[in-house]
């Protein structure tokens, strides 16, 4: 407790000393348009960095061993079987009978490769949605020093041949539906080097049998490899730091998918650093009681590297049914204490709970307001928890994800200061913002557990060093006053080795020193910490020279009750920008019945009502002075689209991403008819 204290005045700093929570390093010589490096400042003002549990953890195998040893009879993985249409509760598989499936699995998964006659990569795709078969072939991987490469369960099937061929991948774990597409692609001899399919189901079913007969590949169920291990084990092949772990593909918004080479140490290097925040006392730390609710795509890499630390601390990983439309059904039942999400997650939950708030009675109203802002003025002392109000008040809201959340992370995309103090309230909860790519292994920047301020993602995890290099074009520098901004560039463990087979663009984004130029800009604050401004390639300019970042705007935007989802956009010889706009479908219909008159109207109508389009800008207008945006950032006129951006429809990306390529064709008519409109 005392070392939680210290951290605490040095961090909140006081009237003098304002808190600082990251500080530049002098250790390589100034050069010229480029910021200083800078480190996390708790590691820094530490005599001597503490050992944690995960200090001497050498590869991922180890990491699983470690929690086989300290966590055996607890529970490690749970899915929810379905009878009937109807699914029950959830059944777990305990710590260490995952270590002996992991032993069956990875021998069987040895001796199958062994047995294909021509030499082969030692490549093993996971193609599925989330479930507990991909964490355990994922574990043989690094137990046998296998290379797993994840494949997103909604990827394209042009970016499969490309991925698989590449690659030349010659195992698939995968499931019965995804075989037929892959057993489609053989016949047409379009993946030649695929010899082997694993299917997680429990039985080969007729079509895939069907399907494979007569072609050079051989279909086997994920038990048969198992049972095969269990009559023939093998002892584990230990990887090395250096060896490859992992070879993921970026989903991107354009171009061919790049494969990010990982190593186990890259694999273990967030890890490390989030061990070692505990132990300084700037995170709340992972419990073997913890529960996690897996949903977010396992084939991205920042839930597989949350795994990781989960395994470590011998936590529990319930996996959701595959449908989002049911998630908060295994979430009732699961009752997770660790929750992730994006923006657009929580600001749906913010706006259902807010809106509410308003339609009880006048003394339920009152009573709410001044539990929430009781609590507000708490969070400046970095309390979250409230005896009286949360008991009767805010444990209503608490159900909603289960009742016991106690850590929440999000990350994809910007947060408004609104929805991280409303998630800190009503579900007293510690919230953690982070920014990172796949080539950084997931998290480069985390924001400070003992900071609760908003717009910005923290300060570097401890390990990795992050500065800021000028964009002369667009009139960014390190050396910008109040706020150093530029290109935001990492060098440290967790950064990737290269793209895989592709030596051109790993040249491009990794320079000779070790650094990572990730093409995104950001800017340090006075206190040291990072915000992100938007993408290089995203940000564009007016007619009249003004620079915009599209991401900044439609956060803003989808900050309004009105909108779902926005997509910006500006032509660069227009002086003006324009907006698609999903409406949020409930609160439209409402708003256009009180305010236009709109009475009957389908969503379809609505949108479609050029009246309608145009009390939204002025709306939009408001709300967008009223938050801080520029003249030449309010949007002009709005196409109100009746669809929400999926992944199914091409328009985000698996981590709900915008693809904004992909937007600007789908939407090129339209947005043509707003400015035409407009002269």
């Known amino acids: 407790m005392d070392s939680i204290l210290r951290a605490t005045s040095l961090l909140r700093g006081d009237s003098t000393h304002p808190p600082i929570y990251s500080v530049e390093i002098n250790d390589d010589p100034e050069v010229a348009g480029e910021g200083r490096p800078r480190v996390n400042a708790a590691a820094v003002r530490a005599k001597s960095l ?24 607890r529970p490690f993985l749970g899915s929810r079987p379905v009878t009937n249409g109807v699914a029950g509760p959830f059944i777990w598989l305990t710590y260490r009978e995952g270590k002996q499936r992991v032993v069956n699995f990875g021998s069987g998964l040895s001796r199958l490769l062994d047995g294909i006659k021509e030499p082969v990569e030692r490549h093993v795709g996971l193609f599925s949605a989330n479930r507990p078969e991909w964490i355990i072939a994922d574990q043989a991987c690094h137990m046998y020093s296998l290379v797993s490469i994840p494949l997103l369960d909604m990827i394209g099937k042009e970016s499969l041949i490309y991925v698989l061929n590449e690659t030349e991948m010659p195992v698939i774990v995968t499931t019965s539906d995804k075989a037929k597409m892959l057993l489609a692609l053989v016949s047409e001899k379009k993946l030649p080097h695929l010899k082997q399919i694993v299917l997680m189901d429990g039985v080969v079913d007729y079509e895939v049998q069907a399907m494979s007969h007569g072609l050079n590949v051989s279909v086997k169920t994920f038990r048969e490899l198992e049972s095969d291990g269990d009559r023939n084990p093998r002892p584990p092949v230990e990887p090395r730091q250096d060896s490859v772990a992992t070879i993921c593909y970026t989903s991107g918004t354009t171009g061919v998918p790049k494969g990010t080479i990982l190593t186990q140490e890259n694999m273990l290097s967030l890890m490390k650093g989030v061990f070692l925040l505990e132990k300084l006392g700037r995170f709340c730390g992972l419990r073997n009681t913890d529960v996690y609710i897996s949903y977010l795509p396992l084939a991205h890499v920042f839930e597989r590297t949350m795994i990781n630390c989960l395994i470590h601390a011998g936590a529990s990983v319930g996996f959701y049914q595959g449908d989002t439309l049911i998630l908060m059904d295994d979430v009732s039942e699961l009752r997770p204490t660790i929750f992730p999400g994006v923006p657009r997650l929580y600001n749906r939950i913010y706006e259902k709970v807010m809106s509410a708030s308003t339609k009880g009675t006048v003394m339920g109203e009152r009573i709410f307001n001044l539990a929430y802002k009781t609590k507000q003025m708490n969070l400046k002392d970095g309390v979250v928890d409230h005896a009286l109000w949360d008991s009767i008040v805010f444990s209503g809201i608490r159900q909603r994800l289960g009742g016991r959340v106690r850590m929440m992370l999000t990350g994809a995309a910007p947060i408004s200061k609104n929805v991280l103090d409303f998630l800190r309230i009503c579900f007293s909860a510690q919230v953690y913002e982070g920014y990172g790519l796949t080539e950084t292994c997931s998290s480069l920047t985390v924001t400070d557990g003992l900071d609760f301020s908003a717009g910005n993602v923290g300060v570097p995890v401890p390990g990795l060093e992050v500065k800021l290099v000028d964009i002369p074009a667009m009139r960014v520098s390190s050396n910008d006053l109040p706020n150093p901004r530029g290109e935001i560039c990492v060098r440290g463990a967790s950064v990737f080795k290269g793209y895989y087979k592709n030596p051109e663009e790993t040249a491009a984004v990794l320079d000779a020193q070790g650094w990572f130029h990730t093409g995104d800009i950001g800017m340090w604050d006075s206190e040291g910490r990072l915000s992100i401004i938007d993408r290089k390639k995203a940000i564009f300019k007016l007619s009249q020279a003004e620079y915009i970042a599209p991401e900044k705007i ?3 935007l989808c900050l309004h009750p009105l909108v779902a989802q926005a997509f910006v956009y500006g032509d660069s010889l227009k002086s003006c ?23 009957n109207k389908s969503l379809q109508d609505i949108c479609q009502d050029t009246d309608i389009q145009k009390a939204i800008v002025k709306e939009l207008e408001q709300h967008g002075r009223a938050n801080g945006l520029k003249g030449y950032e309010i949007v002009k006129a709005v196409y109100l689209h009746p669809v929400e951006f999926s992944v199914e429809n091409g328009l985000l990306t698996p981590v709900m991403k915008l693809k904004r390529f992909q937007a600007r064709e789908h939407f090129k008519g339209q947005i043509e008819a707003m400015y035409a409109g407009l002269r």
């Open 577 to 599: 920008i324009v907006a698609v706009i999903v409406p949020e479908r409930i609160s439209i219909l409402g708003w256009a019945t009180r305010t236009q008159s709109a009475h």
């Open 554 to 556: 439609e956060t803003i």
């Open 50 to 73: 503490p050992i944690t549990s995960a200090s001497f953890i050498s590869s991922l195998y180890r990491n699983f061993d470690h929690a086989v040893q300290t966590a055996g009879e």
